[in-house]
Nanobody, 123 residues
Framework: QVQLVESGGGLVQPGGSLRLSCAAS????????MGWYRQAPGKERELAAS???????NYADSVKGRFTISRDNAKNTVYLQMNSLKPEDTAVYYC?????????????????WGQGTLVTVSS
């Protein structure tokens, strides 16, 4: 089985910074795209940032210039550095990964989600 474990959420004042981490573990053969999605109260889940296995990053317009996504392929870990945080960044942040697992029946494609970590930006 494969799981994603997130950490780093919390309460921060407007203008502050937080760093989220997400580590994948289990019977992983390879990980393609990893990303961070967020869901604010009363809103749909949306992509904040994603990064390919080769390091190509993609950002939502609302976070460009403030958030930076990175990954450590050796550790199967993705990070989200969030700077200049705004109250509208308040949301549950979910880690996501597209990966190939090793099963007894062979290789298998999976899309896996983390449990979510709450980020609250408030004074």
């Amino acid at each position: 089985q494969v799981q994603l474990v997130e950490s780093g959420g919390g309460l921060v004042q407007p203008g502050g910074s937080l760093r989220l981490s997400c580590a994948a573990s289990g019977s992983i053969f390879s990980i393609n795209t990893m990303g961070w999605y967020r869901q604010a109260p009363g809103k749909e889940r949306e992509l904040a940032a994603s990064i390919s296995s080769g390091g190509t990053a993609n950002y939502a317009d609302s976070v460009k210039g403030r958030f930076t996504i990175s990954r450590d392929n050796a550790k199967n870990t993705v990070y989200l550095q969030m700077n200049s945080l705004k109250p509208e960044d308040t949301a549950v942040y979910y880690c996501n990964a597209d990966l190939i697992t090793i099963a007894t029946s062979g290789y298998r494609y999976l899309e896996v989600w983390g449990q979510g970590t709450l980020v609250t930006v408030s004074s």
